[in-house]
């Protein structure tokens, strides 16, 4: 229950980033899906730490291992069951912090709710759970292949990428470390999260996804909501502290007249401020939304905070930690929206008699 | 499923705008609660159409009934139904749009999804189903009387209240018509209101929620934070584009260094950017979230669209709707809200040998 | 989740026998379902009470009311709340019992669950309950009207229909009101019944139910295999003992070689000892199992028994009850059968690329 | 969802016979649950293949490994991975059968449903996923260590232990390998279940389970009754056809007046027909119930069949299976009862204010 994701296609998962591994289980995956490893793998590559110079340099292979549901290439319908042995777990990185509270980590909340802590690395806390929704969700991603997922970094700090996304070659988004697919932009990111880097510190941003040819009526309506669904898996990300889709949060600002989507005769519209869904379903537009990450709470400085006993101590600045988590989110953010999208469509099967 | 909101505590509810009645039931409610029948349909009342002269002039009573589950006064632990009549379906009003595809409304994601539509004013996609919500999310609060939730309307257009949410009296949001705590913004943002009116517009706002005494533990890991759910539940409601809890989008831009909130000894943080949530869990300070509503799709001017045949004509701008369905909207973010918390705190019960 | 029933086609209910209303909602139903219904009250009168000398002599009409999802006359994907008036709530008829906990029926355990009890008449555990059912299988027979479902009595007491189903007359099930497709049989089963309500007692007896034309591949592996969700679904039926499908408890006494059931060229196979199903799985061949109903716990003899304070005291023998539940189970088993099928049959439409 | 099982402590597997491995992830476990591995390991031995004569001669280690949720030997709240690798995947043993449809086994329904199938061994559908439920079993009985879990061997073929349970000493059921506790019967059984082996059949039994000192107040109302819970588990389990507790099938030849339990003044009952459980919830007396298993399909005999082509061809009696699948699944039924038990007891946290 806590640690499942979807209702027909629905994935479990477990692991702390300093126990033997990480896995899960995909459920609901009809049969007859050929499966492509090897890509599922290139989209762990592109999660993985220590993959450039702007990114925390810990080595992790972070090679995905099925057990179950996919025979001769081709999932069967069973469960899937996966595993990523950790390799390099470093615990000796984090014994110095056994009894402190990390400030604006979940160290405390934890605590104090389960009255146990496993304080190497954060635990179950840590975002290396993300590689697990990155494997279910490139799985996802061919299921549903005739539907293309594009997220991309918009802004690092107070470096934006101004331009619409109608205006981007998405095929560009791989070209550079950061993750933006317009090049002097992603230059200014990159020099400002070395920048910061090097004092030290870490840096908030935000990632753009456009999902494109979905098809009309994908979405439940009333509590599973297309947007809804999107918003609480975006949500489920480490750092994430804000969602909107379509005109967001400048669409409040607006008034009825400018806001509405006029219909052209094919049932497209004329703009799109809807981002692709209207009263929770898909309207066959782009569908289109952006997530704010705040800047990781491990920094590189000492900190003042306190122990289990509520002692004050120092927090020292250790370890090996992103500076920006941005550039690596962007396939996150693609995985789990290829796994709402999945479990929808699938969901869609059922709707008409 | 599709209909049901809520873990332990599970709201299922049904009901369109112009037939019989809308109504649901409440499960998960835990034996031994009293209950305050007027408290409740004051929540009702707090919602109700022609409330004042800057929502819509329908007139609902929206008097609940409960049918189940309560025995002298006090919950049974038995499922909680309930029914809303509907009095004044006025269908003729919709009469003229039968076959018409309204702007930015679900008439055609609807049509396309299920091959029929109930077009007598949205049908199930009219906001009239949050009334619902109220009844249950009414009940929540009496569960979990020890939190207090208030929601306020920060945000009229380009009107917004500066104030932080720290400097407000929250006992003044019933205070104007508009339910913002400020009552010099609460004019500005009257007349603005009234004017959108007169033009036959409309226009967004967006609202603030502030929870406090909040218990720390509260909130489930991964695929269960406590801001995913109620992000989730945020984007529920109708004409949401956004959500943001703690630092938000400003997040985004901001260093590591000024974002981490330092602890006190007692464990309370000198700053609260995370909203009150580290891990998906609650921290013991107030958690806040803000809330981004686009403006009503139906406007009193007429526009062009097209009909199911897919054939251009002209939409005319009648009935009786909000101008800005910001103030109504209050009464709903606080519900929606209780409900999240009563069933997470009702899952904490669970967590701990 | 405690009063909800199926996966994608789910039921939700709420209601006491005394109360002002029974009722539920029903998600999950397609769109574009010809709702007949006058056969849904049909339904309804097979399981009301009043219908013959040999079951309970109350009378309530039964009357369902849908408050929506219906437009037109079809399904629109929405979710169908409705409800069904209590109209004749004797509460008169139980006020003796309030304090006093009646032998073998749950007073006592939800007493002691809840630390509260509705009295009136064994309150949401009543089999009034079951009304609700009724109306929510009746509408998924309407769904899956490709297959049929066919209970009936197949013993009363000692008295045994020990004829195969396959020599049976269904469309005689209706003609006697015992609901035994043999009138022999069924003639002294109606004697034994009369009898044993002559003596103020009750009596235990059980209903086979057969569904033919299911397809090849409806039922989920592992942890919702067909039987395991239709031995669920009986085992949720009042005054239920036991269940078994196929070759059941006497499957248990034989060999591989006798139990096995061999192939023919088209898929059937010789003999169906599997009933059906094989790995949880339909293999197209009939489906069919037996339900155990136990007496009636009310009888109208004097019991000996307590009080909520331990006391001991007598319970008299009043009040209008069915001398045996069997007739009147018939329908419900039925309809858990179809809202079974009917879920699976959903689900299934996903289980493929 | 479908390889899912339980509520609040939910199980959620993968695996095949003859993939890499089997395993799963338990969630909602509570925090601060000393871990006892070796028992859990003894448990798994129960069900291991190659443990006497009279089961398989596979041989295989089935040694569990936990991958997460486990810190210091203390659950931590978070989810349990664990994996159970496969040693002895002969699949040439099964060759043989690739196209071959066996009787009475899943073969032609999964081929229909899926339209692929993993033919070795049974792929998904073989018992060996009984050993992840053992696994997840074990670990909650370590959760509810104050309710007693006792399964056994009640009958094989037409030898029946007629002894109540009240009369045997469950201490002595671990003394024979029928895991029967009266040792006269259990020699007839193991002499019975040798002598079918030399016939190259096999033969069907029941079993039998008590659970002590369960506390009164556990099972959910209407659709989560804890009978209909455990009914729903054991039939979950491979070649079960039929489920009864308490009184069960001979209930229903019985009266109301002789079926009544009857109060004693301090609440428990003179006689126990209802089988511990009254309205779906436990009454503080023993629950029992007896489960009925079919002849296992695999025979070391030829049988005629046909293959997925529909062409007639033989099968022949290879391999290393169980002649009685009894003795080896009393530690199932024992864990799929200990999960119920556990989920119900957690759920039963949240019921009262």
Request: aromatic fraction near 8%.
């Amino acid at each position: 229950m806590f640690n499942s994701f979807g209702n027909i296609l629905r994935v479990t998962t477990f692991g702390e980033s300093h126990g033997v591994a990480i896995g899960g289980v995909i459920d609901g995956v009809p049969a007859g899906v050929e499966v492509d490893l090897e890509a599922i793998q290139n989209e762990l590559n592109r999660r993985r730490p220590g993959q450039s110079n702007i990114v925390t340099q810990r080595k992790e292979p972070d090679q995905v291992e099925f057990l179950s549901g996919i025979f001769e290439g081709i999932t069967t319908g069973a469960s899937i069951g996966f595993i990523i042995r950790n390799t390099n777990q470093k615990s000796k990185d984090y014994n110095h912090n056994t009894n402190v509270y990390r400030p604006s980590h979940a160290d405390y909340t934890y605590d104090k709710k389960y009255g146990i802590r496993d304080h190497r690395g954060g635990g179950r806390t840590s975002a290396r759970e993300t590689a697990n929704w990155v494997v279910a969700g490139a799985l996802a991603k061919q299921l549903i292949n005739h539907i293309s997922i594009n997220a991309y970094t918009s802004s690092v700090g107070d470096i934006f990428l101004v331009k619409p996304y109608q205006e981007l070659d998405f095929s560009k988004i791989e070209n550079n470390i950061v993750r933006c697919p317009d090049e002097t932009v992603a230059e200014e990111m990159i020099s400002k999260i070395k920048e910061i880097r090097k004092e030290g510190d870490t840096i908030g941003g935000t990632i753009t996804c456009v999902v494109k040819n979905l098809p009309v009526g994908i979405g439940e309506p009333i509590f599973n909501k297309l947007h809804a669904a999107l918003g609480k898996a975006m949500l489920s990300i480490n750092a994430v502290k804000g969602f909107e889709f379509g005109s967001g949060f400048c669409g409040a600002k607006m008034k009825g007249s400018e806001h509405n989507d006029i219909f052209n005769p094919d049932g497209t519209t004329k703009t799109n401020l809807s981002g692709g869904i209207q009263g929770g379903v898909s309207n066959g537009m782009d569908v289109y939304f952006r997530v704010a990450f705040k800047p990781v709470a491990t920094i590189m400085q000492n900190q003042p905070t306190i122990d289990s006993a509520g002692t004050s101590t120092e927090i020292q600045g250790k370890g090996r930690h992103d500076p920006c988590v941005v550039p690596r989110a962007v396939p996150i953010v693609e995985a789990l929206t290829a796994l709402v999208l999945a479990d929808f469509w699938l969901l869609n099967q059922t709707r008409r008699k």
